[in-house]
């Protein structure tokens, strides 16, 4: 029986690409989503996988939600913890409400998404839990206190953690993508890309949102047990930690 992965914001982006390379590993895949209902249908049309619409700041939300892609799939034994938002700014002029935004989606929802599935994962003894941080939580950037505040805050979740299940069997990591080729980022003007951004890349090109799905398979297989705790750096060298 294929185990069952579950991708928050699975359905765009670094997400979809998680979400597809893991139905391609011959998971069964389900993927949630925030707001964009068309999105999630066309991605669901498209690659038969299932999506399901919960707020993962909310915990309330990610325990129902995740209940219910238990009745309908079987127990979580795969979660990629990859939904994230940016609310930019200077700390000067950070709102209140910017910063709570970032850290509840960021940081509060790792709580949210993985404590929900983790008695099942330690009865079960096994369990891959993978969040999606970034090199900005590595590095810091100016202009995202609270977004390198959350991302860095994911990378002690995993260290800590990976402490306590190791003994059960599950794994936990993280991923600190660079630069990706998504919507996002190549919504950026070519010229600012070109000058501002590739220079300090030393590959000399963006990354490519499969090449995190990639990452996440191999983290989440089981050849991939004897890693946990981890910090991968998939930037193209921009930033070496």
């Known amino acids: 029986m294929a185990k069952v992965a579950l991708v928050t914001g699975g359905s765009r982006g670094i997400g979809e ?17 925030a707001g964009n ?19 993962v700041s ?5 325990v ?27 700390f000067h002029k950070m709102t209140k409400e910017q910063w709570d935004a970032v850290i509840n989606t960021n940081l509060n929802s790792l709580f949210n998404m993985t404590r929900p599935v983790w008695e099942g994962m330690r009865a079960r003894k096994f369990g891959r839990v ?3 941080s970034s090199i900005n939580g590595q590095k810091g950037q100016m202009g995202q ?22 003994r059960a069997g599950i794994t936990v990591n993280a991923i600190c993508p660079g630069y990706i080729a998504t919507e996002m980022v190549k919504a950026i003007d070519p010229a600012v890309i ?48």
Not at 58 to 62: K, L, Q
């Open 64 to 90: 129902a939600g995740i209940a219910k892609v238990e009745a309908e799939l079987g127990p979580v034994d795969v979660l990629v913890n990859n939904a994230g938002i940016t609310r930019d700014g200077m």
């Open 37 to 55: 209902d068309e999105a999630a249908s066309k991605f669901t049309a498209e690659t038969g996988i299932k999506t399901y619409k919960w707020d």
């Open 17 to 33: 690409a998680i979400s597809k390379g893991l139905k391609a590993a011959g998971y069964t895949v389900a993927a949630s989503y």
């Open 145 to 166: 206190v609270n977004y390198s505040a959350a991302k860095a805050g994911d990378i002690g979740f995993v260290k800590a953690l990976a402490q306590e299940g190791a």
């Open 194 to 241: 070109e000058k501002s951004i590739l220079p300090h890349i030393p590959v000399g090109r963006l990354g490519e949102p499969a090449e995190i799905a990639r990452a996440v398979v191999f983290l989440a297989s089981d050849e991939a047990g004897f890693i946990t705790g981890s910090t991968l750096s998939a930037n193209g060298g921009q930033y070496m930690a």
């Open 130 to 132: 993978i969040c999606i």
């Open 58 to 62: 909310n915990y309330e939300s990610c």
